[in-house]
């Protein structure tokens, strides 16, 4: 079987090219492959279209890639409380496509599968299928790129809207385990995106917690879908919001 070890996150991002699409896995700052979006950062290749249920928050994950004006279109379904994509999206600096949260999820899965398109009731009804969505505004505030409509049919009684597959040239994820071969285990929560942007990218990195053989029920994704593996070892994890409410004035 093929060692797909890499030596340094830099060896693993080199050839991550000006221009190129990234799916990234994680969800707020939830198995985000903080390793490789540093090691990207450090390599300096701009114009990314970057595919995430999210743009990371300010200062963190995607948020430096973003902040550092290296990102020119975002696919995901959550702006939140990122107030510098919030910002750059409205001054029309960065070109936003936002999708329901289980739509992207299935464009994801849809495209690691060869799955051109597929129909979803998600969205019909409204501008995800009618279009006008503002993709970009110039900077006066105006729609300069809005999203076009897209084919419905009914099945059913029920209709549907056409989405379309998503497949990037490179995929960054994270994982809990993972052994030289790519083979995958991913702790709890962080199993949202990652393993279906590893499936949509045609070259997946993926940075590994512990390095270790994995029984074949604990592979949550396997290394048919891997190209590169990265050890990282124990790594600070942050914390999006240490409380869900100000402090009661005493």
């Known amino acids: 079987m093929v060692n797909k070890l890499v030596g340094s996150a830099a060896e ?3 050839d991550v090219f000006p221009g190129a699409s990234l799916a990234v896995g994680g969800f707020g700052l939830c198995g985000v492959p903080t390793v490789l979006i540093d090691a990207l950062h450090e390599q300096g290749a701009g114009d990314l279209s970057v595919v995430s249920n999210n743009c990371g928050v300010d200062g963190g994950g995607l948020g430096l890639l973003l902040a550092a004006g290296r990102i020119s279109r975002a696919t995901g379904s ?3 409380e990122n107030k510098e994509f919030a910002r750059r999206y409205m001054a029309g600096e960065i070109e936003v496509e936002l999708i329901p949260q289980g739509t992207l999820a299935e464009r994801l ?5 060869g799955i051109p398109a597929f129909y979803s009731p998600a969205g019909v009804g409204t501008m995800v299928a009618e279009g006008g ?3 970009r505004y110039n900077a006066d505030g105006s ?3 809005a999203s076009p409509p897209r084919e419905t049919r009914v099945f059913g009684g029920r ?3 056409l989405e379309e597959s998503i497949t990037t040239d490179f995929a960054l994820v994270r994982a809990a385990k993972g052994d030289r071969h790519g083979n995958l285990h991913f702790a709890k929560s962080a199993r949202n995106f990652n393993p279906l942007c590893a499936m949509a990218g045609r070259v997946a990195i993926a940075e590994v917690e512990e390095l270790t053989d994995l029984a074949p029920e604990d592979v949550h994704l396997p290394g048919i879908f891997v190209q590169r593996v990265l050890h990282v070892g124990q790594v600070e994890k942050h914390i999006e919001k240490r409380r869900t409410r100000r402090a009661l004035d005493a």
């Open 159 to 161: 209709e549907y809207v």
């Open 12 to 14: 693993a991002v080199a």
């Open 109 to 113: 899965r849809a495209g690691g599968c």
């Open 133 to 135: 969505m503002p993709l």
């Open 143 to 145: 729609v300069a790129v």
């Open 78 to 80: 959550y702006i939140g």
